[in-house]
């Protein structure tokens, strides 16, 4: 039996993060006890004067940025905590719009793991290595992406001001349960009594307007008391005490951009309307639905034949339901979308691949070596019983398979890496090597 080494202030974050997967006795460990018992002795449940926190199924991240950018903007010192990384673990805190260098985050970890009381997994470290680096800074306002859930997230061991829940969908089955009644009632969990409350989904769960209730939260509904319309390739907002019209189109998903600006809204400070134009002209996310461009491709020696590739790290139903409308309205009659696809076994593979079968013409399933990864002859397995009519092939490898359809795929026609922040992950990091 090897014998875990801790690793020291000087050692690599790279060496921090291998002893932060090792260092608990299971990846995720659903509680909250052990991280506020560490919290609260290393005086973090506190991490700024004004937190928010983003629940809900997909748009967590786009909803988070399009907020971080209007807050600057306002002159605010602001910090956000996401989840997961795509590429590099730097990106899931953000301090005033920019990301630390590796050595911040080591000196953080040493601190924590040398006063921490109680073993923590990989998440639950990293969020309180995030709230100390909030706290150095002395930020005036600090939004939280919830990683997975709300109720059991480490997150949530921080009371906020302000609570956002984007949308509610099936996911992490095992954790949150199989209906949107039970999913809602555990991402309701962040919210606090009396706080302001926004609800971006449309077809609002009962179990959350009972927890809005029962904690006589101020509750803003979409389509109840905000709305929004796309008008003249313009976006609309309305709500009974304002309303912006002729605001730019952001390049994120629109409902998001409407919560967005609904949260924008409750915030006790006023942000003035040419911040939210700029704002919404600025927001963009990587990875969801993002056109490359040329200069991504820069350092790839092959020929370049694509007229178009796009790389999504839609991964569950709901986001496949997005993914699908948007190749829908970009697909030419003479295009052919090929996909390099792969998902984490625990997924509803079945729920993304459907409603994106009349759009992609072919399946490239490809190897994921990651916790809860599976091989492309699995994926490719699974996908075929539930499209038994689609062109479908395995690689090992993403890279493996995006070398294939480069080779493969003309000018015209999409070249879509999806289906996990890990097969999105791999494809950039083989275009960065």
């Known amino acids: 039996m090897n014998t875990l080494i801790t690793p020291k202030a000087t050692d690599s974050l790279e060496t921090w993060l291998s002893y932060l997967e090792q260092a608990h006795s299971k990846p995720i460990d659903m509680g909250l006890d052990r991280i506020t018992a560490v919290a609260k002795d290393l005086d973090l449940l506190n991490p700024a004067p004004y937190v928010i926190t983003v629940a809900g199924t997909n748009g967590k991240g786009s909803t988070c940025r399009l907020l971080e950018i209007a807050l600057l903007k306002a002159g605010f010192r602001v910090g956000v905590y996401s989840s997961p990384h795509l590429i590099h673990y730097n990106e899931r805190v953000r301090i005033n719009g920019d990301v630390l260098p590796e050595t911040y985050h080591v000196q953080s970890f040493a601190k924590i793991n040398e006063k921490k009381t109680a073993s923590l997994t990989y998440f639950e470290f990293s969020t309180l290595s995030a709230f100390e680096l909030f706290k150095q800074n002395q930020l005036d306002i600090v939004i939280l992406e919830v990683g997975l859930g709300g109720r059991l997230d480490a997150t949530n061991i921080v009371n906020p001001n302000l609570a956002i829940i984007t949308s509610i969908d099936i996911d992490h089955v095992a954790f949150l349960g199989d209906n949107r009644e039970d999913i809602g009632r555990e991402k309701a969990g962040i919210f606090r009594e009396n706080i302001p409350v926004i609800i971006g989904e449309s077809d609002c769960p009962n179990s959350i307007r009972e927890m809005v209730k029962s904690l006589n939260c101020n509750a803003f509904y979409r389509d109840q008391d905000w709305h929004f319309e796309i008008k003249n390739n313009l976006f609309h907002w309305y709500s009974k005490e304002k309303n912006f019209k002729d605001l730019p189109l952001p390049l994120i998903p629109i409902p998001n951009a409407g919560t ?98 009349n ?33 479908a092939c395995s690689y090992q490898s993403v890279p493996e398979a995006s070398l294939a359809l480069f080779e493969k795929a003309k000018a015209e026609d999409i070249v879509l890496v999806f289906g996990s922040f890990h097969t999105v992950a791999d494809f950039m990091l083989w275009l960065e090597k």
């Open 260 to 357: 967005a600006l609904a949260a924008l809204m409750q915030l006790p400070f006023e942000i003035n309307e040419q911040i939210i134009r700029e704002a919404f002209s600025e927001a963009q996310m990587t990875a969801r639905f993002q056109l490359l461009t040329d200069k991504d491709f820069a350092k790839f020696s092959q020929k370049q034949p694509l007229a178009q590739v796009i790389i999504d790290v839609g991964h569950n139903p709901h986001a496949a339901r997005y993914l699908a409308d948007k190749l829908a309205e970009l697909k030419q009659a003479n295009q052919k979308i090929y996909a390099v696809f792969s998902a984490l076994e625990d997924k509803d593979l079945s729920g993304i691949v459907q409603p994106l079968e």
């Open 359 to 391: 759009v992609i013409d072919e399946w490239h399933c490809a190897s994921l070596n990651c916790w809860r990864g599976q091989s492309g002859e699995q994926v490719l397995e699974k996908l075929v019983k539930v499209l038994p009519n689609s062109t």
